[in-house]
C-alpha cells in the first residue's frame, strides 16, 4: 500500500464517512425526542438518490435539484411521522407492540423501494457528479491525485453536520427537542408544542437523508437495493455513538467510513462487511456504544 | 381448590388430535401435489413464526435477522448432506443445532442490551447473512445455489411428498403444543415481566439476561429448523432466497395472526401464503403490496386476525368467569410463612461500610447497619439523604462500589439482584413495579416460588387446565388476608393507588422472604390505609421476617421501627430506638435545618 493509496483511502473512507453521519444524525435527532426512528431511512437516502439523479439528468441546476429534493423528503417526513408513526400511540400495546414503529416503517420503505423500481428500472445506474464536469476529475491535494467530488462531499456534509449542531444547541428550537427528548409532559407544559416538534425532528431526519442521496450519487452507483446497506451502516454508526451523543455519531462515523475503505481495500469480497461485525463485538463488550450510558429505572 | 376451576384440558387436547388427524389424512385425501408442497411449507414456515411469536410476542424483543438463522440452518444440512454425504436426519439436525448456536451469537448482544440494538444487531446480522450467501461462492454457490441435496423422501417417489407432510406436521404439532404450554404457564408471566418491568422482574428471582437470550436462542432455532425442511423439500437452495423479504413475510404473518396468541401464526402464516399465491403474478408491485399489507395490520387491525376472532366470539358468548373470585371462601386463614429462616436470632441482614457514588457525587457514603430476625428496622433521612440508592445496592439492582452485604451470614455483595431475590429478599418500590399486563394474580405468582421442575410442570398441563391450582391457592390466601381476593384477576392499572401498593406488597409476601426492603410503602396512602398496612407489616415482622423500611410518614416509622438509622447527604447521622433519635438535634437540624446553639452541638458531638 503507497503513500498515495493511503490518502486516496483515507479520503475515500472520510467521504463515506461524512455520508454515514448525515444519515444517522437523521436517526439520532428522531431518536433522541421520540425513542423511535424510521427504519426506511436508507430507502428515502435511495430515493433522494434517484430523484436527484433523474433532475440532474433533465439538467436542472445543481442548487435547484438540491431545493427540490429536499422539499420533497420533508414532506414524505412529516407523511411517515402523520401516518405511520403516530397513529400508532393510540394503540398502544396492540399489535407490534412497543415495536410497531418498526414494522410501519419499514413497510413504508418497501414501498418507497417499490416505487423507485416502477419509475426508475432494477439496475444500478451513474448519477452525474454534482460539482466538476466529470466523475473522475483528479485534484492534486497532499501531492496525491483525489477525486474533487469525494472531497467536495465531505466539506459539504461536514458543513451540514455543523450548521445542524448549531441549530440544535443555539436555537430555541433546537433546546426544545431536548426538553422534548427529557419529557414530552413536562416539555408541554413549559409551552412546547410536542406533536409539532416530533413532526419536525421526523422532517429534519429526512431532509438529512435527502442531503446524504443528493451527495452519495455521485460517488457510488445508484440501485434499488442501496437503501437496506446504508440504514444498516447508519444504525451501526449511531450505535457506536450510543444514540446519545450527536458528537459520538460524527466520530463513530468516519471512523466507519475509514475502517471501511481500509478493509475494502484489502478484502475486495468481504471488506464491507468487517467494520459492521466489529461494531456488534463492540455492542456486546460495551452495550450503550462508545459515549451512551446506560439507565434504568430502579426507584 | 373448588371445582369451579377445574377444568377440562379436552378441548383443548382435543384440538391437537384433530389437528394430528388433519395433517394425517390431507396428503391421503388430496392428491394433488402442488397442494400438498403448499401444506409442507405452511407447516414449516409455521413454526418459524411461533418462534418469532414468543420472541416478539412475549419476551418483547424485535428480531429483524430470522432470515438469516433461516438460512444457517437450510445451507448447513444442504452442505452437509450434499458435500460431505451426511445422511438427511444427520444433516438436519446439525443445521437446527447450528441456527440455534448462531442465536445463542447474536443473543449475547440481546443479553446485553435492549430494544432498538437488537432489532438494528438483527437487521445487521440478517443483512450479513444474506451478503455472505450471495458472495461466497465457494461454499454457497451463491445465486447458481447448491446442487445435489437430497430430497427428504424416504426413498418413495410416490409417497415421499406424503411422508415429508408427516413428518413436517408432527414436528410443528410438537412446537404448538410446547408453545402453548409457554403461553399459558409461568413461563409467559416471567417473559411478560422481563418484558414489561426488568426491574420488577429481576427483584422476583427472575434471571433475565438468561431468559432474554434463551428465548432469541428458541426463536433462531425455529428458524433455523423451518429453512432445514425448506432445503430437503425442495432439494436446491440459492441465495435469493434469504434476503430481508423472508425475514419481513415472517413478521407479517406473525403480526396479521396476532401478536401472542397461541393460534396466530398459524393462522398468520396461512394468510400470508395465501395472500403470496394471489399476488404471485404481480410481482413487480409485491413490495408495495406487502408494504401496504403491514401498513394496513398495524394501523387498522393491530391485534391481528386472531383478535378478529375473538371479537367475533365475545359477541356470542357469555361474559367470561371471572376467574378466582368465585373459590375465596375456600382460602383459609394462616400467618404469613417466611421462607426457611436462619433458627438462630441475630441479624439476618447485615450492610458493612456501603458507598455508592454516580459520576463524582457521593450518594451513599460508608453506612453500616444491621437488621435483626424479626425486628423492623427504619432508614430514615430528607430527600437526596441516599436511602433509596442504599435499597437499590441491598436488593442488587444496583453494585454498591465498597462494602459489603450479608443475608443470613453469606455475603451476596457481588450477587446479581435475581440471585439475592432467591436468597430471600423481597422488596417493593417507591413508585410501584407491578406488570400490567398480568392480573394482581398472576403479579403475585411471580413472586411465589414453584415446586415443580418445567418437565413437571408440562405435564401437569397437559392433564389439566387447573394445574396450578396449588399455586393459585397460595396467591389467594395472602390476597384475601390483604381484603383484596376478589381482586385478584383485575389488572394493576385499573386499580385505585392504594390497592395497586397492596398489591405489590403481596407479591413480597408471596416471596416468602427472609428479608423485606419496603420503600416508602405508605406513600401517597391515606392514615387509614396506613394504619392498615401498619397492621400488616407488623403480622409479616411477627412471621419472622426481617424488615428495612423506608418512610418519609414518622409517625408510621414511629409506631412501627424497632430502630432507626438517619441519614443526610448519604451519611449515617444516628441509629438507636425511635425515641432517642427523635431527640437526637443533628436528626432535628437535618429534617428542619434549625439553627443550633453551639452548646447543643457540642453536647451531642460529646453524647455520640
Known amino acids: ?299 | 381448590m373448588s371445582a369451579s376451576t377445574q377444568t377440562s384440558p379436552w378441548p383443548r387436547n382435543g384440538a391437537y388430535l384433530a389437528m394430528a388427524a388433519a395433517i394425517f389424512a390431507f396428503p391421503l385425501l388430496v392428491g394433488n401435489a402442488f397442494h400438498i408442497h403448499i401444506a409442507q411449507t405452511l407447516l414449516y414456515t409455521t413454526i418459524a413464526v411461533i418462534g418469532l411469536n414468543m420472541l416478539l410476542g412475549l419476551s418483547g424483543q424485535m428480531s429483524l435477522g430470522q432470515a438469516g438463522f433461516y438460512a444457517i440452518g437450510a445451507y448447513a444440512s444442504a452442505l452437509l448432506t450434499a458435500k460431505l454425504g451426511w445422511p438427511i436426519a444427520a444433516g438436519m439436525l446439525a443445521g437446527a443445532a447450528l441456527a440455534g448456536l448462531a442465536g445463542c451469537l447474536v443473543g449475547l448482544v440481546a443479553l446485553r442490551t435492549r430494544g432498538l440494538y437488537l432489532a438494528m444487531a438483527t437487521l445487521a446480522f440478517g443483512f450479513m447473512t444474506e451478503i455472505a450467501a450471495q458472495r461466497w461462492i465457494d461454499l454457497t454457490g451463491g445465486t447458481m445455489g447448491v446442487y445435489g441435496v437430497p430430497a427428504l423422501d424416504f426413498g418413495s417417489a410416490k409417497m415421499g411428498k406424503t411422508y415429508f407432510l408427516w413428518v413436517v406436521g408432527s414436528v410443528y404439532l410438537a412446537v404448538q403444543i410446547a408453545s402453548d404450554y409457554v403461553m399459558s404457564s409461568r413461563i409467559r408471566r416471567k417473559l411478560l415481566a422481563l418484558k414489561e418491568n426488568e426491574s420488577a422482574a429481576r427483584t422476583t428471582g427472575i434471571n433475565v439476561p438468561l431468559w432474554r437470550t434463551t428465548t432469541f436462542a428458541v426463536s433462531s432455532l425455529a428458524a433455523g429448523t423451518a429453512g432445514v425442511f425448506f432445503t430437503h423439500q425442495n432439494a436446491y437452495i440459492n441465495s435469493d432466497a434469504f434476503t430481508l423479504s423472508l425475514t419481513l413475510t415472517m413478521l407479517i404473518a406473525t403480526v396479521i395472526g396476532g401478536l401472542g396468541a397461541s393460534w396466530g401464526p398459524l393462522i398468520g402464516t396461512l394468510i400470508t401464503l395465501m395472500i403470496a399465491e394471489l399476488i404471485a403474478s404481480l410481482y413487480d408491485v409485491s413490495f408495495l403490496v406487502n408494504g401496504l399489507i403491514l401498513l394496513g395490520v398495524l394501523l387498522l387491525f393491530p391485534q391481528g386476525a386472531i383478535g378478529l376472532v375473538y371479537k367475533l366470539a365475545a359477541l356470542f358468548r357469555a361474559p367470561q368467569r371471572t376467574g378466582s373470585a368465585a373459590v375465596v371462601e375456600a382460602a383459609a386463614q394462616r400467618a404469613f410463612t417466611p421462607v426457611a429462616a436462619p433458627a438462630a436470632s441475630g441479624p439476618t441482614l447485615v450492610i458493612e461500610n456501603v458507598s455508592k457514588s454516580y459520576g463524582g457525587v457521593v450518594a451513599v457514603m460508608k453506612v453500616s447497619l444491621s437488621v435483626d430476625r424479626g425486628t423492623v428496622h427504619a432508614l430514615i433521612g430528607p430527600n437526596g439523604a441516599g436511602k433509596s440508592t442504599l435499597i437499590n445496592c441491598v436488593s442488587g439492582l444496583y453494585r454498591a462500589d465498597s462494602g459489603r452485604i450479608r443475608l443470613a451470614g453469606k455475603d451476596v455483595s457481588t450477587l446479581p439482584a435475581h440471585a439475592r431475590a432467591r436468597m430471600g429478599l423481597a422488596r417493593t418500590f417507591q413508585n410501584l413495579q407491578l406488570v400490567n399486563s398480568l392480573t394482581v394474580m398472576e403479579n403475585l405468582q411471580l413472586g411465589l416460588r414453584s415446586r415443580r421442575s418445567i418437565v413437571g410442570d408440562f405435564c401437569a398441563w397437559l392433564l389439566s387446565d387447573a394445574f396450578e391450582a396449588e399455586e393459585r391457592g397460595r396467591a389467594l390466601d395472602i390476597l384475601q388476608q390483604l381484603g383484596m381476593a376478589h381482586l385478584a384477576s383485575a389488572f394493576p392499572e385499573d386499580l385505585p393507588y392504594g390497592h395497586r401498593k397492596l398489591a405489590e406488597l403481596a407479591r413480597a409476601i408471596a416471596e416468602e422472604p427472609s428479608v423485606m426492603l419496603l420503600d416508602e410503602p405508605v406513600a401517597g396512602l391515606n392514615d387509614r390505609e396506613a394504619q392498615d398496612i401498619a397492621g400488616l407489616i407488623r403480622r409479616i415482622r411477627d412471621a419472622g421476617t426481617s424488615i428495612l423500611l423506608v418512610e418519609h410518614n414518622m409517625d408510621f416509622v414511629m409506631q412501627l421501627a424497632d430502630r432507626v438509622t438517619v441519614l443526610d447527604h448519604g451519611e449515617r447521622i444516628a441509629e438507636g430506638a425511635p425515641s432517642e433519635v427523635q431527640k437526637d438535634p443533628r436528626v432535628v437540624e437535618a429534617y428542619l435545618g434549625a439553627p443550633l446553639e453551639p452548646a447543643t452541638l457540642a453536647a451531642a458531638e460529646t453524647a455520640s
Open chain 1, 1 to 299: 500500500m503507497s503513500s498515495a493509496n493511503v490518502v486516496q483511502l483515507l479520503l475515500s473512507g472520510l467521504a463515506m464517512g461524512a455520508i454515514y453521519a448525515l444519515t444517522a444524525t437523521g436517526l439520532f435527532i428522531a431518536h433522541l425526542a421520540t425513542t423511535r426512528m424510521n427504519f426506511g431511512q436508507g430507502e428515502f437516502l435511495m430515493f433522494a438518490a434517484y430523484l436527484s439523479m433523474a433532475l440532474l439528468l433533465a439538467g436542472v441546476p445543481v442548487l435547484l435539484v438540491a431545493a427540490a429534493v429536499i422539499a420533497a423528503l420533508a414532506i414524505m417526513g412529516w407523511a411517515l411521522e402523520r401516518f405511520a408513526i403516530r397513529p400508532l400511540d393510540r394503540l398502544r400495546s396492540l399489535g407490534g407492540g412497543q415495536y410497531s414503529w418498526v414494522l410501519t416503517t419499514m413497510g413504508v420503505a418497501l414501498i418507497v423501494q417499490n416505487v423507485v423500481t416502477l419509475l426508475w428500472g432494477k439496475s444500478s445506474q451513474y448519477s452525474p457528479p454534482l460539482f466538476s464536469s466529470n466523475r473522475q476529475n483528479v485534484v492534486q491535494f497532499l501531492g496525491v491525485g483525489v477525486f474533487v467530488e469525494e472531497l467536495l462531499v465531505i466539506v459539504v456534509a461536514l458543513a451540514v453536520i455543523l450548521s445542524f449542531y448549531a441549530f440544535l444547541y443555539r436555537t430555541r428550537q433546537g433546546r426544545a427537542i431536548y426538553a422534548v427528548a427529557f419529557s414530552p409532559e413536562t416539555a408541554s407544559l413549559l409551552g412546547i408544542d410536542v406533536r409539532r416538534t416530533v413532526a419536525l425532528v421526523f422532517v429534519m431526519a429526512s431532509v438529512l437523508a435527502a442531503i446524504s442521496g443528493v451527495l452519495v450519487g455521485p460517488i457510488v452507483t445508484v440501485q434499488p437495493h442501496m437503501g437496506l446497506v446504508f440504514t444498516v451502516k447508519a444504525f451501526a454508526v449511531a450505535s457506536l455513538g450510543g444514540f446519545a451523543n450527536p458528537l459520538g455519531v460524527l466520530v463513530g462515523a468516519i471512523v466507519f467510513g475509514v475502517v471501511e475503505s481500509f478493509a475494502n481495500y484489502l478484502n475486495s469480497a468481504f471488506g464491507d462487511l468487517y467494520p459492521l461485525l466489529l461494531v456488534m463485538a463492540l455492542l456486546v463488550i460495551k452495550p450503550s456504544g462508545l459515549f451512551g450510558e446506560a439507565k434504568a429505572d430502579v426507584r
